[in-house]
Structure formats: structure tokens, C-alpha cells
């Protein structure tokens, strides 16, 4: 044995500082009070099941109320509005993937054609809530806090940049679904709008007046 350690002392001084220093390391990592934790990727969280937002944004147009009744909006108002705002979901659309039809019905539909008070006095066009993240500006209708925007413009940005940040709208841009027919229904199926009937009155509005065509360009 004496033999052995004098002709391989070198070596075997190497192992030791080795084993000092990694013991030291690794100390250093876990810390003295440290509990060792079995971490669990596969686990979904709770807030994001069943396709609810990552941000925990989901429900934004639903209030305390019951929901809205579409109006009859004159044909001249309907087709001023939509002209309005075409080139606008156009943009969205290249910068956040969604529909460009399908995001112009929603605020068609939300904001009565733009007759709505949300949109006349706040511009609010797509009766966005105040929310626990929300620190701009709002309006009292009803008892329930809306958001307030100083342009149209904005109401449509801070719109389509929180839809487009949920798990299901996630889910339809890895996809490539650009079918208009599959984000109305996420919109209804995520409670999107507090209008009585909003499928079918986004679907009528589309078909009528070939808003579909907008995706295309």
C-alpha cells in the first residue's frame, strides 16, 4: 500500500482537491437550508385549464349584467363602420395572426356598430372590462368599470395583443388556422362578448357583407 501511494502520490493528491472542491460546489448550490424538491413539468396549472388565458385575462366583455341585445343598426352605419375599421384588423391581423374578419365582427358585434356608449364615450369597442391588471383610464356604466381609450386604435391594439396572448389563441396561430369560423367560436366559447346571440350576429355580419374577403388580402 505504501509502495502504491508513493509511486501514484500524485494522482491520487489530484482525486482528493477534486473531491474537496466539488464537495464545496455543491454545498455552495443547494445551501445549508435547502430541501430537495421534485419538480413537475408535465403538471398543468390550474388557471390554465380548459383553455383559459395565460395571463388570466379570460371573460373580458362578460359583466355582472345580463347579456346585451344586438340593436338594429342602420345599413349606412353598419357599412361606415366596417370601411372605419378594415385597414385597422388588417394590421392587427399581420402583426397578431388573428382573422382579420373574424376581429372586425367581434367589435362590430361588442360595440353595437360603434352606437354603443362604451365606444362613443370611451372607445371602447370591445367592452373590455377594467380587470385587476388594468391602471388606465375607465367609465362607470351600470355599476360595471369598462376600459376608456383616447383613440379607436387603441381599443382594437390592447384587444387583439390580449387575445392573441391566450392558451386557446396560442393554440389556433401554432396551427395555422386562419378560419374565421374556428375564432368566432373560441370568442363565444371564451366568453368574449356579453351580446345575446354574438355567434350568430358575428356570423351574419360576416356573410353579409363578405368580411371573409379581408383575410384573404
Not at 67 to 84: I, Q, W
Not at 176 to 192: L, R
Not at 201 to 207: A, F, G, P, S
Request: hydrophobic share 40%; charged share 25%; glycine share 8%.
Amino acid at each position: 500500500m505504501v509502495q502504491f501511494i508513493k509511486k501514484h502520490w500524485f494522482y491520487i493528491g489530484l482525486a482528493i482537491l477534486a473531491i474537496v472542491y466539488f464537495r464545496k460546489e455543491i454545498k455552495a448550490y443547494v445551501g445549508p437550508n435547502s430541501t430537495q424538491v421534485q419538480e413537475k413539468f408535465t403538471q398543468t396549472p390550474d388557471a390554465d385549464a380548459g383553455g383559459q388565458s395565460l395571463f388570466n385575462i379570460g371573460q373580458e366583455a362578460k359583466s355582472s349584467g345580463a347579456a346585451t341585445v344586438m340593436p338594429e343598426v342602420p345599413k349606412a352605419d353598419t357599412k361606415a363602420f366596417l370601411l372605419r375599421f378594415a385597414k385597422v384588423v388588417q394590421g392587427e391581423n399581420q402583426k397578431y395572426k388573428i382573422p382579420s374578419s373574424a376581429l372586425l365582427a367581434l367589435a362590430y358585434v361588442n360595440s353595437h356598430g360603434g352606437t354603443r356608449s362604451l365606444a362613443t364615450e370611451g372607445n371602447n369597442y370591445f367592452a373590455r372590462l377594467c380587470g385587476g391588471n388594468w391602471d388606465g383610464a375607465n367609465m362607470d356604466i351600470g355599476g360595471t368599470c369598462f376600459r376608456r381609450y383616447d383613440k379607436a386604435w387603441d381599443s382594437f391594439r390592447d384587444a387583439s395583443s390580449q387575445l392573441s396572448a391566450t392558451r386557446w389563441a396560442q393554440a389556433l396561430i401554432q396551427k395555422k388556422d386562419t378560419k374565421w369560423e374556428q375564432w368566432i367560436n373560441a370568442f363565444v366559447e371564451n366568453e368574449y362578448s356579453d351580446v345575446k346571440n354574438a355567434k350568430e350576429e358575428m356570423i351574419k355580419v360576416i356573410k353579409a357583407y363578405r368580411l371573409f374577403e379581408l383575410d384573404g388580402v
